[in-house]
């Protein structure tokens, strides 16, 4: 997913604040499930929530106000209540800016942990 960084992107240097990636984090997962046919408003309509567990990234160089970055998401494993996304961030011109990891959990609209619907584990893994 490619997104170019504005000015509401960035600190007073230009260069994009830290908690900003967690914003790109989330909707390059949302553009991950969508492409695979789910839709993030439908499953919770339907009672299947995913909540972060756990969020680790590493960032390994500045983007900056005008870039354009892309964000490639995968999924490295899932389990019966889990799924776990990775994304690498390069700028225009290739550098990886920063990777990360995303373990989210499935939980019901009363935020207990539930089975996540086997569909939908298949989607996510393909």
Not at 84 to 101: C, H, L, M, R, T
Request: hydrophobic fraction near 35%.
């Amino acid at each position: 997913m490619k997104r170019r960084i504005y000015y509401y992107d960035t600190d007073c240097g230009g260069v994009v604040y830290y908690g900003n990636y967690m914003k790109f984090l989330e909707e390059a997962r949302t553009e991950y499930m969508e492409a695979r046919g789910l839709s993030v408003k439908a499953l919770m309509d339907g009672g299947v929530w995913f909540v972060v567990k756990r969020q680790e990234i590493e960032y390994k160089a500045p983007a900056v106000y005008g870039d354009v970055v892309e964000t490639r998401t995968w999924v490295n494993e899932t389990s019966a209540i889990r799924v776990q996304f990775a994304y690498e961030i390069k700028n225009q011109d290739g550098k990886i800016i920063s990777k990360a990891v995303t373990d989210m959990v499935c939980v019901g609209p009363d935020f207990k942990i539930k089975e996540m619907p086997s569909d939908v584990r298949t989607r996510l893994q393909g």
